[in-house]
């Protein structure tokens, strides 16, 4: 048996554990979460905005929304020059 085939037997066994398969579930949803919140920080909202990557069809309206409306921190930035 190949090496690869090893690794692929160890990690079905490990992701038989529910434990385990909700950890990892946990956090490969908690980094883009976190990512999204400090951009929508930076760019003036509330990182509480960040929540409708949740809902279907709802985060792409709200994905949609952001990129064309006028961000507030460059309402509140000091001109260039």
Do not use: C, K
């Amino acid at each position: 048996m190949g090496l690869l085939a090893e690794w692929i037997v160890a990690l079905q066994g490990l992701l038989d554990s529910p434990s385990l398969v909700t950890l990892l579930g946990l956090v490969l949803l908690t980094v883009p979460i976190v990512m999204i919140a400090r951009v929508l920080r930076r760019a003036g909202y509330s990182p509480w905005w960040v929540l409708l990557v949740l809902v279907p069809l709802v985060n792409l309206i709200a994905l949609w929304v952001f990129a064309y409306a006028r961000w507030p921190a460059l309402d509140e930035a000091p001109p260039h020059g």
